[in-house]
């Protein structure tokens, strides 16, 4: 079955740190991997996405993603977190265009001072 | 561009009435996805519509009607509000021209089911 898991429901990382959010997926085709960010109250947007090519993937607002096949793993890191990027963070899997993306159930980040 | 807009923001309704939420797009997209988000779940595909006159159920259809009224828009019906239809309902679009299937989301519609 195709699914997608975060394992992290809540991670606190403190102003300045580094952080990596992770995320594993199940799909039978070729997978299309992208993150999202969800800020309180807003809809989501794209942070970065993957196709094919490098395997490290630069995205918006200094995130980055490395896909490793071998692991089914599309990791989402940041050397330096600032308080601003608290919200929850969702990776999710797709295939061709027109069908629909499969969600992870998200990650809540939380930034302290 | 506005990207995609959705309508109403906020609704609290009583268990039984119906409404429609409405949501319309002006990138030409072609796909337009229904979603619902609950606490602890992400976000669980209601509908989709691969392109003007098409529709498909996608993991939760149940409760929910759809119509692609047009190219710019798709509508999500509660025919008969439940409170296990409390949710928060995400609209969002495609273009079809590329592999990648980036999805561009609605700021949402809080729904209340009393």
């Known amino acids: 079955a195709q699914s997608v898991t975060q394992p992290d429901i809540h991670i606190t990382v403190s102003e300045g740190a580094s952080l990596e959010l992770r995320c594993n997926y199940s799909?039978?085709?070729?997978?299309?991997l992208f993150w999202y960010v969800q800020s309180p109250g807003q809809g989501l947007q794209l942070l970065l996405k993957?196709?094919?090519?490098?395997?490290l993937v630069q995205g918006i607002k200094g995130f980055e993603a490395e896909f490793k096949r071998s692991q089914s793993s599309f990791n989402l890191r940041k050397p330096s977190v600032h308080w601003s990027d608290a919200a929850e963070y969702f990776c999710a899997v797709g295939a061709r265009a027109g069908t629909a993306l499969i969600f992870g159930k998200g990650t809540t980040l939380s930034v302290s001072s | 561009n506005a990207g995609v807009t959705q309508t109403p923001k906020f609704q609290v309704l009583k268990t039984g009435q119906s409404m429609t939420l409405q949501c319309a797009q002006d990138?030409?997209?072609?796909?337009m996805y229904w979603y619902r988000q609950d606490p602890g779940m992400g976000l669980r595909l209601i509908y989709y519509?691969?392109?003007?006159?098409?529709?498909d159920k996608g993991e939760v259809p149940n409760g929910y009607n759809v119509s692609r009224l047009n190219k710019r828009e798709f509508s999500l019906r509660l025919e008969s509000a439940a409170p296990s239809q409390t949710s928060v309902y995400f609209c969002?679009?495609?273009?079809?021209?590329?592999?990648?299937?980036?999805?561009?989301f609605g700021p949402g519609t809080r729904l209340t089911v009393l």
């Open positions: 969002a679009s495609s273009e079809d021209r590329g592999p990648y299937n980036e999805q561009f």
């Open positions: 993957y196709f094919s090519g490098d395997t």
């Open positions: 519509s691969a392109s003007e006159g098409t529709t």
């Open positions: 799909y039978g085709a070729t997978p299309y």
């Open positions: 990138m030409n997209h072609n796909s």
